[in-house]
C-alpha cells in the first residue's frame, strides 16, 4: 500500500527526471495535488492511494465546482496525469477518475486586442517615463527596462514566460533576431525589424551589461539583479496602462492578441502568423480570425462587390 503524499511525490519525481517537465508544469501539479491532498485529510478520507475511488473524487469536484472553469480543468487535468502515471506503474489497479464522466466547457470568448491607437498611448507613456526621468538615477536604467518589455511583446507577439526566460545569447545582432523558446521547449526565431525598437534594446544592453552577465546572462533583471520575474512584467505593464488612460485590462497576454490580431487586419496571412506566435496548430490561430466590428464596417464599404453599383427606386 502506498501513502497518497509517496504517490504525488513518486508522481512528480518522474515528471522531473523522467520526462523533463518545466518547473513551472510541475509547479501547478505540485499545487494543486497538494490541495486535494489537504481536501481528503480535511473530510477523513483515506489517505492511502489504493482506497481512494470515484465517490472521494466526486465530492473534490463538487468542492472546487465554484472556482473558474480554466482553474477546475486544470486540477482534473493534475489528478488524471497522476492517477494514469500510477496505473501504468501498477501501483493502482483501476484509475478511479476514469469512472467519472466530466464535463467542463469554458464560455467561448474572443481574446482582447488593443488597437493601434492604444498601443501608441502605452508606448508613449513608457518612453515618456524615461525622457523625463534624471539619467543619474537608477529609476532611470528601470525607466529603460520597462520600455524595452513593452517593445519586446508588442514586437514579438512572444508569451510573458518567453520574454523573462530571453539570455544574452537569444540575441543575434547580426540578422536583429531573437530565439524564443516555447511550449514544449520549442524554438522559434522573431526579427526585430523596427529601427528605434532595435536602438532600445542595444541601449538596454549596454547600461546592463554587467549585471545581466552577473545574473547568469539573464537579459530582463530586477533591482537586485536577478531575472525579472512574470509577475513583475504583469505588474509593469498594469502601471503603465493605467497611467496611458487606457481603459482596459491590458496584461502580457494583451500584446500577443493584439500583435496578432493586428497583423491579421493588415493582411497577413495566418500560416505566417502561427508560425511567429509558435502555436502548433492552425485552428489556435484562428480565433484570431474574428475581426472587430470597424474593421468589419471597414471591409464591406470598400471591398464588397455590391458598393460597385448602385441601384434607386
Given amino acids: ?40 485529510e480535511k473530510n477523513n478520507y483515506p489517505v492511502v492511494i489504493q482506497e481512494i475511488d470515484k465517490v472521494h473524487l466526486k465530492h473534490y469536484l463538487r468542492d472546487i465546482s465554484n472556482w473558474k472553469i480554466k482553474t477546475v480543468k486544470r486540477k482534473v487535468a493534475s489528478l488524471k496525469a497522476m492517477f494514469n502515471y ?70 514579438t507577439g512572444a508569451r510573458v514566460s518567453e520574454i523573462v ?13 531573437l530565439i524564443l523558446k516555447g511550449k514544449g521547449d520549442k524554438e522559434r526565431i522573431i526579427q526585430i525589424c523596427n529601427s528605434d525598437t532595435w536602438s532600445l534594446i542595444e541601449t538596454y544592453i549596454a547600461l546592463f551589461y ?18 525579472l520575474s512574470d509577475q513583475s512584467i504583469r505588474n509593469m505593464v498594469r502601471t503603465i496602462s493605467v497611467k496611458a488612460n487606457v481603459n482596459k485590462k491590458v496584461t502580457p497576454h ?4 493584439s500583435f496578432a ?38 471591409i464591406l464599404t470598400d471591398k464588397h462587390p455590391r458598393m460597385s453599383f448602385s441601384m434607386s427606386v
Avoid: W
Avoid at 526566460?165 to 533576431?177: A, H, N, R, V, Y
Avoid at 494583451?254 to 492578441?257: C, D, E, K, N, S
Fill in 86 to 155: 500510477l496505473e501504468y506503474e501498477d501501483t493502482i489497479i483501476t484509475n478511479p477518475i476514469r469512472r467519472i464522466r466530466i464535463s467542463l466547457k469554458e464560455a467561448s470568448t474572443l481574446p482582447k486586442a488593443l488597437s493601434k491607437q492604444e498601443i501608441r498611448l502605452i508606448f508613449d507613456e513608457a518612453y515618456k517615463a524615461v525622457t523625463t526621468t534624471p539619467k543619474t538615477k537608477f529609476a532611470y536604467l528601470e525607466k529603460i527596462r520597462n520600455a524595452v518589455v513593452i517593445e519586446l511583446l508588442f514586437s
Fill in 254 to 257: 494583451t500584446f500577443r492578441h
Fill in 210 to 227: 554587467d549585471k545581466i552577465v552577473a545574473s547568469g546572462s539573464h537579459l530582463l533583471i530586477n533591482r537586485l539583479g536577478n531575472r
Fill in 1 to 40: 500500500m502506498n501513502s497518497l503524499a509517496q504517490s504525488i511525490n513518486n508522481f512528480l519525481q518522474h515528471c522531473r527526471y523522467e520526462k523533463n517537465l518545466s518547473d513551472k508544469t510541475i509547479y501547478f501539479y505540485r499545487l494543486d495535488l497538494t490541495q486535494f491532498t489537504s481536501f481528503i
Fill in 261 to 298: 490580431t493586428l497583423l491579421l487586419e493588415n493582411d497577413v496571412d495566418i500560416k505566417y502568423i502561427q508560425s511567429m506566435l509558435g502555436h502548433s496548430s492552425i485552428v489556435t490561430t484562428q480565433i484570431y480570425t474574428q475581426v472587430n466590428k470597424e474593421k468589419q464596417r471597414q
Fill in 165 to 177: 526566460s530571453l539570455k544574452l545569447q537569444d540575441i543575434d545582432s547580426e540578422t536583429k533576431g
